[in-house]
């Protein structure tokens, strides 16, 4: 390996023909521990006047199918529920993120990241917080074509949810020290939108991070193998009061993220419970997420390469009259 090939290491993991290639500023995802895991969060939020950009550089030769864009997101905000103080509700809300060529994004280069319900959330001191967590990271797949192979690629993380405009409210993102900070800028705070990226590069980077690297990334993704990366077995339902309990099992070659889905008419398929990000795949679903009698239920996983894997579908049986 050449000098000039060593250096470039650290913003471009060598590509393999199995394992996602991940592009990002510091030597792996792995590295953000700071502000998204706990501790103090530094004002590190996402937000509808709070957007992170970073200048990645182009995506190494090889032979990829899919690509994402992905940021490490954590301490999603809490409230209490209306009329019952005692008990706390997640404050809705969304994250995109975008890419481009230039620090400019327009209307297509923007993709849905994540909701605050299936971020980890905040621990609230004086209350009992359901899904409190170290930040993960969350992927939106974008068309191959939008990633660079030939100039820098443009990465940055925002909110259209107009109520996050303070850490407070906001969920945070991840960082990490960069190893030798003062060199080259390469990310970005821009504190002067409104809920949408710049559409303009002038003024778009606005305030230099030369210490800190943002939590924000590509994921390059090779073909996928012929036989099925993930599946999923195992299947079963059973009540517990009125609560529903389901279970599967899924198997394959880093398994990343697992839940379960419903449908009326087994075509179109929406996701009733949290994500689980490690086995075993249990699920208690409340009264109000389990569909009416007559509807389906299965069970979904993924693979760090996007691969998806179902289970057959499970009938609700109709109540006895």
Do not use: C
Not at 218 to 228: G, H, N, S
């Amino acid at each position: 390996m050449t000098a000039a090939a060593a250096d470039s290491l650290p913003l471009s993991l060598s590509t393999s023909s199995i394992v996602p290639t991940i592009i990002t500023l510091m030597p792996g995802p792995h590295e953000y521990g700071r502000f998204a895991d706990g501790g103090p969060d530094a004002n590190w939020y996402v937000g509808f006047n709070n957007a992170w950009i970073v200048k990645l550089p182009p995506a190494p030769t090889g032979d990829f199918a899919r690509a994402f864009i992905g940021a490490k997101l954590g301490r999603a905000k809490t409230r209490p529920v209306p009329d019952k103080p005692w008990l706390r509700e997640m404050i809705p809300g969304k994250v995109y993120a975008g890419i481009s060529s230039s620090p400019a994004w327009n209307s297509e280069q923007g993709f849905f990241l994540a909701e605050t319900r299936d971020i980890p959330a905040e621990a609230d001191p004086q209350a009992h917080v359901d899904g409190v967590g170290a930040g993960e990271w969350f992927w939106a797949e974008v068309p191959l074509a939008q990633v660079s192979f030939t100039a820098p690629n443009y990465l940055i993380v925002w909110s259209p949810t107009n109520y996050f405009t303070k850490a407070s409210s906001a969920p945070i993102l991840a960082a990490a020290d960069l190893d030798e900070p003062g060199g080259e800028t390469r990310a970005w705070l821009n504190r002067s939108i409104s809920g949408v990226p710049p559409r303009a590069p002038g003024a778009s980077l606005e305030t230099p991070l030369n210490t800190l690297a943002p939590a924000i990334a590509i994921k390059l993704v090779p073909p996928a193998p012929d036989e099925p990366a993930v599946s999923v077995a195992d299947f079963s339902v059973a009540r517990a009061g009125k609560r529903v309990l389901v279970r599967f099992s899924a198997a394959g070659e880093d398994v990343s993220e697992a839940w379960v889905e419903a449908s009326r008419d087994q075509l179109e398929w929406q996701r009733v419970s949290r994500i689980q990000r490690k086995p075993p795949y249990l699920f208690s679903l409340p009264p109000e997420k389990v569909p009416a009698s007559g509807s389906f239920l299965r069970g979904a996983a993924r693979d760090i390469s996007g691969a998806l894997g179902v289970s057959g579908g499970y009938m609700i049986p109709y109540a006895p009259h």
